[in-house]
């Protein structure tokens, strides 16, 4: 009503003018019309101000309440009572949700429109202009004071403050309105948090709940949208390392100068104090990747690792900084500053936004002592990598507390962004800013992108801390609101309430994020659909007739292939297996039982005696070493079957050569790490003794089966020893000349003195092991008379060949001398002359050997055969989880064209499905 009347008014005065020429002309010349348009334009400009923020404000928590979420679906887990008690008070608590009072606002705004007439009607009252304007109407002045008194009393009791305070000017009252205004906005966000809190509430009581009714089953929860991102991120940045073409996705780069506050920043986002801290010197050493997104608990968790970190406590909050820290550390390699390898870590939390942030190590300009040399050109290089990504959002920090001209990022971020389409800048330290900046208008230049040849979609100004590193989260949060509620720049309008707080940086950058996303993620997925296509083409024209089977693929074949073969060994026949036992039980005791048990007992000088030696040779190898060397013979007979079988597969047709080279791997592994059971030795130990004990020979077979034994083994023994002075003597004439050979220095000597040797022991009557002192001096005399010149050690060396040749060539004659002894075996008596008790060694021995053969089969097929299937499961499990020894056993073009092709497969599959929980989430 009064603002009509107030307008009625001045249609009456218009007249008056229209008819009054010369008064308007000496009002023109005194310069009150210009004055008083300036007043209009100043009540329309409050008018203006009030009615678009207040009506923001109402849409704003209009818009709140009417997305309060439908919980209908509560029911499924909450019985029907209990439901509506809930939802009840639910609907209580909406209704006490206040948005802003429309009316009370226009009523004050109208008021100060009131007051701006009455300021005027003063002007007109004071000036003798004013009234020869307005024609000595008396009614209007009159009606003009009445209003004047309405006004000033309306005014005075709400916008100058409480009654009998001293009046305020325009400028104090415009202060008044920003502060009730932060105010205003403070306590909606309080009221946010507030109903944020007791959301996160409900959902852990909806959880329980759930969990009562299941019997403690607990569901498995959907994975979040932002984790789904987070994977293809993942996977992309494994497949394309390189940072090529292939990944264009969004994610937030923070970058900033060393010490600009940027971790500080990002710990802000992420509302926990979760990277390592020093000071001054650099900290991030390598990119760490951090997925923020909502949750009830506020817990971290690395994306290689299953701890979960509760972020509420101190100690796991120092227990994640050192884990940071001791990760950046191990990805530095070669004597190097910083790693490109990525740390990724994802943060949960109520009220957390959705969006992924890699934090880089920060810009430097000098390299300090320590450093490694070009670290400050690799880290450049390495911003400029994350940067080059055209739908990467940079969010640059700078530092506030020093100059602008001192910084390097700046001039970095507009070359890689110079339009500042997807830059977001952020002025940290605000608080110190304000403080030590004299001239206001450079903070303002800087926040509208006007200081900087550097653009960006928005200008922040934050506070991340107040020089306390203990401060909490919350602690700095309240101090940042506090001081920006009250900041000089704020009530000057210099600084806008949409560019301050870490709240609304962290609401802006979400925002630009998700916008990116989805506007990029559509080009991305057909990206890998039409790589897919292509790979798939490929395979089919180069491989048409084989499966696509990667590496995982191709080991788990392997292992399948591996383990059946193991299976086989159980099914190799017990002949072949004591056939093969004994070949290798005779090879590696052969030589002992020459040397160390039947030359020894062969140098006695009666029956009884050679019997005595023989017996306590033998008890002393069956006790110490025989099965040792017993169980060694078996292991190595089994991993000769192994190896026999797994080459067998080789040799057949159409054989795919491909995992050879891993069966290989694997057997050699199995080889070095398979241990016998130490319980056999013992039996072993006894069989091989009651064995050796038994001196009879039952019947005639048995008696001949001794004798071909001990020819045999002679035999071999012999053929060894010839071989070895043949090699003494030297090359044949008939080698010479064909082969063109010639003797060496040492086969000269070795050949004069064994034929020196050979004339000395045909004077023997019986040979002799070791030769006397005379002997030596004979032969080595009769070496120099040949101008030949050796040492007596020479000369034993040679004996020792010598005496062996002659001491088999002798015990083989014994062997045919007794072929026919048994029947005077039989009967008790022995022939003269003929000595056969070397025949019942033999027997002893081979009895041994057979008896050993048999056990060691079965110790083999019952027990070592399964004990080496479990091993080579736990060798091929540790195999499994390590990708660089799948990659160096199985290469090669298929190999790597078939990985490539499951990689491409699972990133368009994840894009895919993020694409569709991203279009559900729209509906």
Same mark, same amino acid.
């Given at each position: 009503?009064?603002?009509?009347?107030?307008?009625?008014?001045?249609?009456?005065?218009?007249?008056?003018?229209?008819?009054?020429?010369?008064?308007?002309?000496?009002?023109?010349?005194?310069?009150?019309?210009?004055?008083?348009?300036?007043?209009?334009?100043?009540?329309?400009?409050?008018?203006?101000?009030?009615?678009?923020?207040?009506?923001?404000?109402?849409?704003?928590?209009?818009?709140?309440?009417?997305?309060?979420?439908?919980?209908?679906?509560?029911?499924?887990?909450?019985?029907?009572?209990?439901?509506?008690?809930?939802?009840?008070?639910?609907?209580?608590?909406?209704?006490?949700?206040?948005?802003?009072?429309?009316?009370?606002?226009?009523?004050?705004?109208?008021?100060?429109?009131?007051?701006?007439?009455?300021?005027?009607?003063?002007?007109?009252?004071?000036?003798?202009?004013?009234?020869?304007?307005?024609?000595?109407?008396?009614?209007?002045?009159?009606?003009?004071?009445?209003?004047?008194?309405?006004?000033?009393?309306?005014?005075?009791?709400?916008?100058?403050?409480?009654?009998?305070?001293?009046?305020?000017?325009?400028?104090?009252?415009?202060?008044?309105?920003?502060?009730?205004?932060?105010?205003?906005?403070?306590?909606?966000?309080?009221?946010?948090?507030?109903?944020?809190?007791?959301?996160?509430?409900?959902?852990?009581?909806?959880?329980?709940?759930?969990?009562?009714?299941?019997?403690?089953?607990?569901?498995?929860?959907?994975?979040?949208?932002?984790?789904?991102?987070?994977?293809?991120?993942?996977?992309?940045?494994?497949?394309?390392?390189?940072?090529?073409?292939?990944?264009?996705?969004?994610?937030?780069?923070?970058?900033?100068?060393?010490?600009?506050?940027?971790?500080?920043?990002?710990?802000?986002?992420?509302?926990?104090?979760?990277?390592?801290?020093?000071?001054?010197?650099?900290?991030?050493?390598?990119?760490?990747?951090?997925?923020?997104?909502?949750?009830?608990?506020?817990?971290?968790?690395?994306?290689?690792?299953?701890?979960?970190?509760?972020?509420?406590?101190?100690?796991?909050?120092?227990?994640?900084?050192?884990?940071?820290?001791?990760?950046?550390?191990?990805?530095?390699?070669?004597?190097?500053?910083?790693?490109?390898?990525?740390?990724?870590?994802?943060?949960?939390?109520?009220?957390?936004?959705?969006?992924?942030?890699?934090?880089?190590?920060?810009?430097?300009?000098?390299?300090?002592?320590?450093?490694?040399?070009?670290?400050?050109?690799?880290?450049?290089?390495?911003?400029?990598?994350?940067?080059?990504?055209?739908?990467?959002?940079?969010?640059?920090?700078?530092?506030?507390?020093?100059?602008?001209?001192?910084?390097?990022?700046?001039?970095?971020?507009?070359?890689?962004?110079?339009?500042?389409?997807?830059?977001?800048?952020?002025?940290?330290?605000?608080?110190?800013?304000?403080?030590?900046?004299?001239?206001?208008?450079?903070?303002?230049?800087?926040?509208?992108?006007?200081?900087?040849?550097?653009?960006?979609?928005?200008?922040?100004?934050?506070?991340?801390?107040?020089?306390?590193?203990?401060?909490?989260?919350?602690?700095?949060?309240?101090?940042?609101?506090?001081?920006?509620?009250?900041?000089?720049?704020?009530?000057?309008?210099?600084?806008?309430?949409?560019?301050?707080?870490?709240?609304?940086?962290?609401?802006?950058?979400?925002?630009?994020?998700?916008?990116?996303?989805?506007?990029?993620?559509?080009?991305?997925?057909?990206?890998?659909?039409?790589?897919?296509?292509?790979?798939?083409?490929?395979?089919?024209?180069?491989?048409?007739?084989?499966?696509?089977?990667?590496?995982?693929?191709?080991?788990?074949?392997?292992?399948?292939?591996?383990?059946?073969?193991?299976?086989?060994?159980?099914?190799?026949?017990?002949?072949?297996?004591?056939?093969?036992?004994?070949?290798?039980?005779?090879?590696?005791?052969?030589?002992?039982?020459?040397?160390?048990?039947?030359?020894?007992?062969?140098?006695?000088?009666?029956?009884?005696?050679?019997?005595?030696?023989?017996?306590?040779?033998?008890?002393?190898?069956?006790?110490?070493?025989?099965?040792?060397?017993?169980?060694?013979?078996?292991?190595?007979?089994?991993?000769?079957?192994?190896?026999?079988?797994?080459?067998?597969?080789?040799? $057949?047709?159409?054989?795919?050569?491909?995992? *050879?080279?891993?069966? &290989?791997? =694997?057997? !050699?592994?199995? @080889?070095?790490?398979? /241990?016998?059971?130490?319980?056999?030795?013992?039996?072993?130990?006894?069989?091989?003794?009651?064995?050796?004990?038994?001196?009879?020979?039952?019947?005639?077979?048995?008696?001949?089966?001794?004798?071909?034994?001990?020819?045999?083994?002679?035999?071999?023994?012999?053929?060894?020893?010839?071989?070895?002075?043949?090699?003494?003597?030297?090359?044949?004439?008939?080698?010479?000349?064909?082969?063109?050979?010639?003797?060496?220095?040492?086969?000269?000597?070795?050949?004069?003195?064994?034929?020196?040797?050979?004339?000395?022991?045909?004077?023997?009557?019986?040979?002799?092991?070791?030769?006397?002192?005379?002997?030596?001096?004979?032969?080595? $005399?009769?070496?120099?008379?040949?101008?030949? *010149?050796?040492?007596? &050690?020479? =000369?034993? !060396?040679?004996? @020792?060949?010598?005496? /062996?040749?002659?001491?088999?060539?002798?015990?083989?004659?014994?062997?045919?001398?007794?072929?026919?002894?048994?029947?005077?075996?039989?009967?008790?008596?022995?022939?003269?002359?003929?000595?056969?008790?070397?025949?019942?060694?033999?027997?002893?021995?081979?009895?041994?050997?057979?008896?050993?053969?048999?056990?060691?089969?079965?110790?083999?097929?019952?027990?070592?055969?399964?004990?080496?299937?479990?091993?080579?499961?736990?060798?091929?499990?540790?195999?499994?989880?390590?990708?660089?020894?799948?990659?160096?056993?199985?290469?090669?073009?298929?190999?790597?064209?078939?990985?490539?092709?499951?990689?491409?497969?699972?990133?368009?599959? $994840?894009?895919?499905?993020?694409?569709?929980?991203?279009?559900?989430?729209?509906?």
């Amino acid at each position: 009503m009064v603002y009509s009347k107030f307008l009625s008014k001045n249609h009456t005065r218009r007249l008056l003018m229209s008819k009054t020429v010369t008064y308007r002309q000496a009002v023109r010349s005194f310069g009150v019309l210009p004055f008083l348009g300036r007043i209009v334009k100043l009540r329309y400009l409050f008018l203006g101000s009030a009615v678009g923020g207040g009506v923001a404000i109402h849409n704003k928590y209009e818009n709140f309440r009417n997305n309060l979420p439908d919980l209908s679906w509560m029911k499924e887990y909450l019985p029907e009572d209990k439901y509506d008690q809930f939802y009840s008070k639910m609907r209580e608590t909406y209704n006490t949700i206040n948005a802003p009072q429309i009316g009370m606002i226009m009523n004050r705004f109208s008021d100060i429109r009131n007051m701006a007439a009455n300021y005027l009607e003063n002007l007109k009252s004071n000036t003798e202009e004013g009234l020869l304007f307005l024609g000595l109407n008396n009614s209007l002045v009159d009606d003009s004071v009445q209003m004047k008194d309405g006004v000033k009393n309306t005014f005075l009791s709400q916008a100058n403050g409480p009654v009998g305070s001293k009046p305020m000017n325009d400028k104090e009252r415009l202060a008044r309105l920003q502060d009730e205004l932060m105010n205003i906005q403070l306590k909606y966000q309080k009221e946010l948090e507030k109903y944020e809190k007791e959301n996160k509430e409900l959902k852990k009581q909806l959880l329980l709940q759930k969990e009562k009714l299941r019997g403690g089953k607990i569901r498995k929860i959907k994975k979040s949208l932002i984790d789904m991102y987070s994977e293809v991120l993942d996977e992309l940045s494994e497949y394309d390392s390189a940072y090529n073409i292939q990944d264009h996705l969004p994610r937030v780069v923070v970058i900033g100068d060393q010490s600009a506050g940027k971790t500080s920043v990002l710990e802000m986002i992420a509302q926990a104090r979760i990277f390592p801290r020093g000071a001054g010197e650099m900290m991030t050493k390598s990119p760490v990747k951090v997925t923020l997104s909502e949750g009830p608990y506020h817990v971290a968790q690395f994306k290689d690792s299953k701890r979960e970190f509760d972020l509420t406590k101190e100690s796991e909050l120092v227990a994640l900084r050192n884990e940071i820290e001791l990760r950046m550390k191990n990805s530095v390699k070669n004597n190097q500053t910083i790693s490109n390898e990525v740390i990724s870590l994802s943060v949960k939390g109520p009220g957390l936004q959705r969006m992924v942030l890699v934090d880089l190590p920060g810009i430097i300009s000098t390299e300090t002592q320590g450093m490694a040399q070009h670290t400050k050109d690799s880290i450049a290089r390495l911003a400029k990598v994350y940067m080059s990504n055209p739908n990467a959002i940079i969010l640059c920090i700078q530092d506030g507390s020093i100059d602008a001209e001192r910084s390097n990022v700046t001039d970095l971020v507009s070359k890689m962004d110079p339009n500042g389409k997807r830059t977001i800048f952020v002025m940290t330290k605000f608080d110190m800013a304000e403080s030590n900046q004299f001239n206001p208008d450079r903070i303002k230049k800087i926040l509208e992108g006007k200081l900087f040849p550097m653009k960006a979609l928005g200008y922040f100004a934050v506070i991340t801390g107040r020089g306390n590193v203990n401060d909490s989260i919350e602690s700095i949060r309240d101090y940042e609101e506090e001081f920006f509620s009250k900041s000089r720049l704020f009530r000057e309008g210099i600084l806008l309430p949409n560019q301050m707080t870490t709240r609304n940086l962290s609401m802006a950058v979400s925002e630009c994020f998700w916008k990116m996303v989805k506007e990029s993620i559509e080009q991305q997925a057909d990206t890998f659909k039409a790589s897919r296509f292509n790979l798939e083409t490929e395979w089919k024209n180069t491989f048409p007739k084989l499966r696509e089977l990667d590496r995982d693929e191709l080991f788990e074949k392997a292992r399948g292939e591996i383990l059946d073969e193991v299976i086989n060994l159980a099914q190799i026949k017990a002949k072949e297996w004591e056939d093969l036992l004994n070949k290798l039980l005779l090879d590696q005791s052969s030589n002992y039982i020459i040397k160390n048990i039947y030359m020894p007992a062969a140098q006695t000088d009666s029956l009884g005696s050679f019997n005595t030696t023989v017996d306590i040779k033998l008890r002393h190898w069956a006790e110490k070493q025989l099965p040792q060397k017993c169980v060694e013979v078996g292991t190595l007979a089994l991993m000769q079957e192994f190896e026999k079988l797994i080459t067998k597969e080789q040799t $057949k047709k159409n054989h795919d050569n491909l995992l *050879d080279g891993l069966k &290989e791997a =694997i057997r !050699e592994a199995a @080889s070095q790490c398979h /241990k016998w059971d130490t319980k056999a030795m013992d039996s072993l130990r006894v069989i091989q003794s009651n064995a050796l004990e038994d001196r009879s020979v039952p019947d005639k077979q048995s008696w001949e089966s001794a004798i071909v034994f001990m020819e045999g083994m002679i035999r071999e023994k012999l053929k060894e020893i010839q071989d070895q002075i043949k090699e003494f003597k030297g090359p044949s004439l008939k080698e010479r000349w064909l082969k063109w050979k010639n003797f060496t220095p040492d086969q000269i000597l070795r050949s004069a003195t064994i034929n020196e040797l050979e004339k000395l022991q045909k004077s023997f009557d019986r040979l002799k092991q070791h030769l006397d002192r005379d002997e030596l001096t004979a032969v080595k $005399k009769n070496l120099q008379a040949q101008k030949i *010149d050796v040492d007596e &050690e020479f =000369i034993n !060396e040679t004996w @020792s060949y010598v005496y /062996k040749q002659n001491f088999m060539l002798k015990k083989l004659s014994v062997c045919a001398d007794c072929r026919n002894f048994f029947f005077y075996y039989q009967k008790g008596f022995t022939e003269q002359g003929v000595e056969c008790q070397d025949v019942i060694l033999f027997w002893r021995l081979k009895k041994m050997l057979n008896i050993t053969a048999n056990a060691l089969r079965q110790q083999i097929v019952n027990i070592e055969v399964r004990r080496m299937e479990r091993e080579i499961k736990e060798i091929l499990d540790d195999y499994a989880q390590d990708q660089q020894f799948k990659k160096q056993l199985l290469t090669g073009k298929r190999v790597e064209l078939a990985e490539e092709l499951k990689r491409v497969r699972q990133i368009q599959e $994840k894009l895919e499905e993020f694409i569709h929980a991203l279009n559900n989430e729209k509906n």
